[in-house]
């Protein structure tokens, strides 16, 4: 017979408002049983073979909470129950330590740039009560299950919040307090909480149930501790464009790639590099170019409105090669600028350009 069928009752309340399971009651109308939602009066389907064991409303019209109700107040009892009779209860959150850097990092991630870990506590080392529907201390609000140390009133307690389909409010979860919230979908997640203790991720559980392995994601923490930003091991590399200027006026702009935390100047005799730290480098050529003009006014062919394709399409060429008395297709020093008499800056496409300004990762090593 099969034990457990999602949405029947198969525990209620007795007389004495103590949960109790339907194979542990009289059969028929002699239960004496209550539904926890509602409270009407039920009936004990307890005597079957085929079919499982459950309670039933006596008027006929099932109540639509029922089964919710149900869950939650065992729940309460179960996790309780647990916690008082065990020498070990666990708690298992995920832990983060960021990088020392990460709130000013200037550099675009692609990852949380953090370590990873598991925090596991035996909380039956720092409490030893436990009470169904207590009163948070700061918010207008009771709580499923407070957990407390009789012994020392001044540490905080943990606030235990179960549910099957309606989640806390914030105003509560967000209210300072160290609080747990567990959602439950049957009593097969209740018996397993009681067993293993409160584990965030599904992994811990996995190890026990092999194929019976079912997701915990829903359970949360609030208000405790669990990350940092001390963490200064961390590092990733970049990719970044790097641009230099040499006093003789000659510049280089390519792709290059190291340690966020290694980024530095490449050459000491540049003059200037500037290195941007961007997935996307289209268009940036053009502005460090002119940055490193506007800087130190070195002329460069590359920065003359005289400097345009070639007329077969193939590369530059200086238009003014005829009156510059210059071989139409000679590789040109394009430092020869510095002594040109016919060298232009082209003002309105270094406005054009720079009017935009380069992205907030830019580190910039001047000479």
Request: charge should be positive; hydrophobic fraction near 30%; aromatic fraction near 14%.
């Amino acid at each position: 017979m099969q034990r457990h069928l999602a949405y029947r009752l198969i525990y209620a309340l007795n007389g004495t408002g103590q949960l109790i399971d339907v194979d542990n009651v009289p059969v028929g109308n002699k239960c004496g049983c209550f539904c926890p939602a509602c409270k009407e009066p039920l009936i004990a389907k307890n005597q079957g073979t085929k079919r499982m064991h459950h309670f039933a409303h006596q008027s006929g019209t099932e109540c639509d909470y029922a089964f919710e109700s149900m869950l939650h107040v065992l729940a309460k009892e179960k996790i309780r129950e647990a916690f008082l009779s065990k020498s070990e209860f666990w708690i298992e959150f995920e832990y983060k330590s960021f990088c020392t850097n990460f709130e000013e990092c200037k550099f675009l991630r692609y990852s949380e740039c953090c370590e990873s870990k598991k925090q596991r506590f035996n909380i039956k080392l720092f409490y030893d009560s436990c009470e169904q529907e207590v009163s948070y201390d700061n918010v207008n609000r009771r709580s499923d299950l407070k957990i407390f140390s009789s012994t020392n009133p001044k540490r905080s307690p943990i606030y235990l919040e179960f549910f099957v389909t309606h989640a806390s409010d914030l105003e509560k979860l967000h209210s300072g307090n160290k609080i747990i919230e567990i959602c439950i979908e049957s009593e097969d997640d209740i018996l397993r909480l009681a067993e293993n203790g409160i584990v965030e991720s599904d992994s811990y559980y996995g190890s026990y149930y092999g194929n019976m392995e079912r997701s915990f994601s829903n359970i949360k923490f609030y208000g405790f501790k669990n990350k940092d930003y001390k963490n200064s091991h961390i590092s990733n590399n970049i990719s970044f464009l790097r641009y230099i200027l040499y006093k003789s006026g000659k510049m280089r702009c390519f792709q290059e790639e190291c340690n966020c935390k290694r980024l530095a100047k490449s050459k000491a005799s540049s003059l200037l590099e500037i290195c941007v730290h961007t997935s996307v480098s289209f268009g940036i050529y053009e502005q460090v170019r002119y940055i490193g003009f506007q800087k130190f006014k070195i002329p460069n062919c590359i920065l003359c409105k005289n400097y345009v394709d070639s007329y077969n399409g193939v590369g530059k060429i200086c238009r003014l090669y005829k009156y510059l008395q210059m071989p139409q297709y000679e590789t040109i020093d394009t430092a020869r600028a510095k002594t040109c008499r016919c060298f232009v800056i082209d003002q309105e496409d270094m406005k054009s350009v720079l009017q935009n300004g380069l992205n907030k990762s830019t580190t910039i090593f001047c000479k």
